[in-house]
């Protein structure tokens, strides 16, 4: 059943205790019993919002996806530095990868300069952290399996000589 709760909340977080209870046939004091438990228990760890980019003050924040190549601590792998990386307030995700780099982290700054401050005075001084490589975020195509934009067809400026 909580699995069930799970998949439902993802799709949608606003759900009610008892729009979920009707969903499962279950009654609503046991769907939000079963909620409580596992925000209690850490399943759950919160809600969000997946917010449009012309949404008041989207505007005025900078994106940028960052791969991390790190030295492995010899006793903790790379959760000593993934760790360490995931208390600054800049840094929204953080996971560790497969491939060339070890550590994929999102930022999140009001200009380039303060995304590139944090790389090069925080990111970079960290004991361990090897190398950095940055992109920034131009658009939204898809988030959270929600697609951002409209169906409506963009068509290029046509040029005439």
């Known amino acids: 059943m909580k699995d069930k709760i799970i998949s439902l909340l993802r799709a949608n977080?606003?759900?009610?205790?008892?729009?979920?209870?009707?969903k499962l046939n279950i009654s609503?004091?046991?769907?939000?019993?079963?909620?409580?438990?596992?925000e209690k228990?850490?399943?759950?760890?919160g809600y969000t919002a997946i917010v449009s980019d012309e949404a008041p003050g989207s505007e005025?924040?900078?994106k940028a996806l960052i791969?991390?190549?790190v030295t492995p601590n010899r006793d903790g792998g790379f959760d000593r530095v993934a760790r360490r990386i995931a208390k600054f307030p800049e840094v929204t995700d953080l996971c560790l990868l497969s491939g060339s780099y070890d550590l994929l982290l999102?930022?999140?700054?009001?200009?380039?300069q303060q995304v590139a401050n944090f790389v090069s005075a925080k990111l970079a001084t960290i004991d361990g952290?090897?190398?950095?490589s940055t992109g920034f975020q131009l658009k939204r195509y898809k988030e959270s399996?929600?697609?951002m934009q409209s169906d409506e067809e963009y068509e290029r400026l046509k040029i005439c000589f």
């Open 106 to 112: 999102t930022v999140e700054g009001n200009s380039l």
């Open 129 to 132: 952290v090897i190398s950095t």
């Open 67 to 69: 791969e991390v190549k």
């Open 13 to 22: 977080a606003k759900l009610s205790a008892q729009e979920i209870a009707d």
């Open 41 to 45: 228990d850490g399943v759950i760890r």
């Open 145 to 147: 399996g929600i697609i």
């Open 28 to 38: 609503a004091a046991d769907a939000a019993g079963l909620i409580t438990g596992m």
């Open 60 to 62: 005025t924040r900078v």
